[in-house]
């Protein structure tokens, strides 16, 4: 059975950090292209960070570039995205994605609320 398993959302104040883990199981995990996505209700889905299965390559968008940094452990199945100088405009559900070929696995979701 896949599962992605979402971690580490919460309630943090601007200018804070977090971050959001996603723990990979029922497939070979270092085979799949790992990213995040976050989507906010009503709003469409935005890709936020990308890394290769290798890790190898890592790609942002340009409104987190500088901030949050992706990264992979496939020993663990893991992967990450550390996320600093959090904006109220990060608020949103992140969602952790694997993706090889036709293949497209999700996670349920982890609630990111940036607020004073």
């Known amino acids: 059975q896949v599962q992605l398993v979402e971690s580490g959302g919460g309630l943090v104040q601007p200018g804070g950090s977090l971050r959001l883990s996603c723990v990979a199981s029922g497939f070979t995990f270092s085979l799949y292209v790992m990213t995040w996505y976050r989507q906010a209700p009503g709003q469409e889905r935005e890709l936020v960070a990308g890394i290769t299965s290798t890790g190898g390559i890592t790609d942002y968008a340009g409104s987190v570039k500088g901030r949050f940094t992706i990264s992979r452990d496939n020993g663990k199945n893991t992967v990450t995205l550390q996320m600093n100088s959090l904006k109220p405009a990060d608020t949103t559900v992140y969602y952790c994605?694997?993706?090889?070929?036709?293949?497209?696995?999700w996670g349920q979701g982890t609630q990111v609320t940036v607020s004073s």
């Open positions: 994605n694997a993706y090889r070929s036709d293949r497209d696995y």
